[in-house]
């Protein structure tokens, strides 16, 4: 995506009539992406410089909340907990330090100033958060999850964005990967259970490595055991400036989704207020701070 430029969208959801930004990517793709659109800075990737990178990897909250966790939490009156993978930044993970940070979570804290609620945050596996849900071990799941058809026979959704999946490769790969459909005979890592996995098994003829966490991945496709890795884009776009020269996005954005907060069927109380605290924080401006602190402002 060298030279994209991203567009801000306002949709007004069906549910609740909230109002989200939506990022779509735009403008021609040439060569093989050696350098592509930085979310903080709007610079090139390969162009990012260390103290660019190390300023990204020092945010902390946009809102300014001390998000609290404890993995032992259980539901009770006057709070909201909620389940998330902390291991998918910049959406949500847990710093050196041992601090829950990211878009997610400030979104989530955002939603519980507006409702008078504490909320903590419960650290789960990405392949046991449904199930985990179901049994009543949390509230809520805020873990930028996408919204199919499938996971809306289980539970419902409150979406609050639509984002693309990306092919990242190495900053210096010379293969020419530039769709999906150019991974056939690849080497692919992904998370198990998420929509990237199901977007390259739609394909055929890759060899999906599966793995536990995205790190995981992105650090064997660092070290040349794969040769690429399917994300959602935040979550590659945060890599390439969190390691400048490391990484970098092979063509363009695709299989755009929405994501939303998942509740069980029967939560009907609290999906109206979570819904009705989304309409406030997106017209007094909140979730715009957010959304622009951790993934760049949009241009008009």
Not at 90 to 118: R, S
Not at 182 to 202: F, H, M, N, R, Y
Not at 210 to 233: C, H, K, M, Q, S
Request: hydrophobic fraction near 35%; charged fraction near 20%; include cysteine.
């Amino acid at each position: 995506m060298k030279s994209m430029k991203k567009k801000a969208i306002f949709s007004t959801f069906a549910m609740g009539g909230v109002a989200v930004l939506l990022v779509a990517g735009c403008g021609a793709n040439t060569g093989n992406n050696a350098a592509s659109a930085n979310p903080t800075t709007g610079q090139s990737a390969g162009n990012t410089t260390a103290s660019q990178a190390a300023a990204f990897n020092a945010k902390t909250s946009a809102i300014h909340v001390m998000a609290q966790t404890n993995p032992n939490a259980e539901p009770q009156a006057g709070t909201i907990v909620i389940g998330t993978d902390d291991t998918y930044p910049p959406d949500e993970y847990t710093n050196a330090g041992g601090q829950i940070l990211g878009f997610d979570v400030d979104l989530g804290d955002a939603l519980g100033q507006v409702l008078h609620k504490k909320v903590i945050w419960k650290p789960t596996a990405w392949d046991g958060i449904i199930p985990g849900l179901q049994a009543n071990k949390y509230d809520a799941i805020i873990s930028f999850m996408n919204v199919t058809p499938q996971r809306e026979k289980q539970i419902q959704f409150i979406p609050y964005g639509t984002f693309g999946q990306v092919i990242v490769t190495k900053a210096n790969s010379t293969e020419n990967i530039k769709t999906i459909n150019d991974l056939k005979g690849k080497k692919v890592g992904v998370q198990i259970g998420t929509t990237s996995e199901d977007a390259l098994k739609t394909v055929g003829g890759v060899n999906i490595k599966e793995y536990n966490t995205f790190p995981d991945a992105l650090n064997d496709l660092a070290n040349g055991r794969i040769n690429a890795v399917v994300v959602d884009e935040s979550v590659g776009r945060y890599y390439m400036t969190k390691d400048p020269g490391v990484f970098k996005i092979a063509g363009k954005p695709f299989l755009s989704e929405p994501v939303g907060i998942g509740l069980r069927k029967n939560e009907t109380k609290l999906a109206k207020q979570l819904t009705q605290a989304l309409n406030t924080i997106e017209k007094n401006g909140t979730y715009n701070k957010i959304y622009t602190y951790w993934f760049g402002a949009p241009s008009k």
